[in-house]
């Protein structure tokens, strides 16, 4: 969008940091967190949910006075209370982001600028941010063509757990049922466009979506007992013939 005139960007792994040099993804490729944060203006962690305590407490000390963060993690109560935990001189700097955005695959090469084009984003601030703050995390990604709500952390929470978190989990089930049975492979040759539908998160980041599950287990495990009961419901009528 023409915002910001460097990207400085850190991943663990050197490969995905040359990959985005030479993607044009990030101007700039950093050897740590800690040194793509310092000085920048905003600051968006992109990583799984549970790293996000450990990631934010190696930027802290560097962050500039007045630089908004940001997440884009798809729970939102943990990351909140693992920002409480380690942001010990900037809480006050985190907004809380979640773009609801999200795509099956993964890595730098599915990169996509139109990303968050007519999308929604939802935000939880914190009652420590300053409301010049908030408005500026509306802005940013208002900028980017993304429509913005905000919610509260549990609120967020309980919604997705019922719209993404359980889907995701179903995906997974579905699949895995179907491939382990013994003519599961005939099966699967047999699926058509609404079973691609439906399987597709199934090919999401298996170590993201664990993360994420056990980020917001109660949430997902309520959802999951409101599911069996309306499969339960289901079963019964078609037992009845109904």
């Not at 850190?10 to 995905?16: H, K, M, Q, R």
């Not at 920048?40 to 000390?61: G, K, Q, S, W």
């Not at 914190?126 to 408005?135: F, I, K, Q, W």
Request: aromatic share 4%.
């Amino acid at each position: 969008a023409g915002l910001v005139a460097q990207v400085a960007g850190f991943s663990a792994s050197e490969g995905t940091r040359q990959k985005a040099l030479k993607l044009g993804v990030i101007g700039l490729a950093c050897s740590s967190a800690a040194e793509a944060a310092q000085g920048a203006d905003l600051v968006l962690v992109a990583v799984p949910v549970r790293a996000t305590e450990a990631t934010m407490r190696a930027i802290d000390p560097v962050l500039a006075a007045d630089a908004l963060v940001m997440d884009v993690g798809s729970t939102k109560g943990d990351v909140v209370a693992a920002a409480r935990a380690a942001l010990h001189q900037h809480l006050a700097n985190f907004v809380p982001a979640h773009p609801i955005a999200g795509k099956e695959v993964a890595g730098i090469e599915h990169a996509d600028a139109a990303l968050y084009r007519d999308r929604q984003v939802i935000l939880t601030p914190l009652p420590e941010n300053p409301t010049e703050r908030v408005l500026l995390a509306h802005q940013v990604w208002q900028a980017l063509g993304s429509r913005v709500l905000e919610l509260s952390p549990e609120a967020h929470d309980a919604s997705f757990a019922a719209v993404s978190h359980l889907p995701h989990l179903a995906a997974f089930a579905l699949v895995n049922a179907v491939a382990r049975q013994p003519n599961g492979a005939q099966h699967l040759a047999m699926a058509g466009p609404g079973f691609r539908d439906f399987s597709r998160i199934a090919a999401s980041e298996p170590s993201v979506w664990r993360d994420i599950l056990l980020a917001n287990r109660d949430e997902v495990l309520h959802q999951s007992a409101l599911m069996r009961e309306a499969l339960h419901e289901f079963e019964q009528a078609m037992e009845a013939g109904d």
